[in-house]
């Protein structure tokens, strides 16, 4: 079986023996890992030969996305959904205060922890937060246009 690459060239993703006469099912199995060093985009790597990995198995899984940490230590740990909510919010509220030149994004952008998230914001914190960015952008929407 084969897969696309980054470059979008067709490479091997899975390989058995078929013997003749015989019926095979195959299905998509939608596993990745997490692994840090230098690779190549879409080189295939030997997951066992790279070191501390992660694998993020979305086979079973109802969700369409997962939020690990990486520990001091190296190890990976998946956070809790809240938590997850809580992270992927706050970096999102973090980028459009960055775009817009904001001058204290400590205060929206948690520090991740070993043990997780902390401070995490609330959702009305960040929705306080995200409006205030929202006025921003009017604001200069309309001196730009005045």
């Known amino acids: 079986m084969g897969g696309l690459n980054m ?3 067709v490479v ?9 006469g015989q019926t095979y099912t195959i299905f998509p199995v939608v596993k990745y890992y997490i692994a840090t060093g230098t690779y190549t985009p879409g080189q295939i790597i030997n997951v066992e030969q ?7 198995d979305f086979t079973n899984s109802t969700y369409s996305s ?9 190890s990976y740990s998946q956070a809790p959904l809240t938590e997850a909510k809580a ?3 706050a970096t999102l509220q973090s980028q459009k205060y960055a775009l817009l030149g904001a001058e204290d994004t400590t205060a929206v952008a948690p520090r991740v922890t070993q043990n997780g998230c902390g401070p995490c914001l609330s959702e009305a914190q960040l929705a306080q937060g995200m409006h205030r960015v929202f006025l921003k952008l009017v604001q200069s929407a309309n001196a730009v246009s005045a």
């Open 7 to 9: 470059r979008g060239d």
């Open 66 to 74: 997962m939020t690990f940490i990486h520990n001091n230590d190296g």
């Open 87 to 89: 992270i992927k919010l």
């Open 50 to 56: 790279v070191g501390t990995t992660q694998l993020c």
């Open 12 to 20: 091997p993703v899975a390989t058995f023996l078929a013997e003749p």
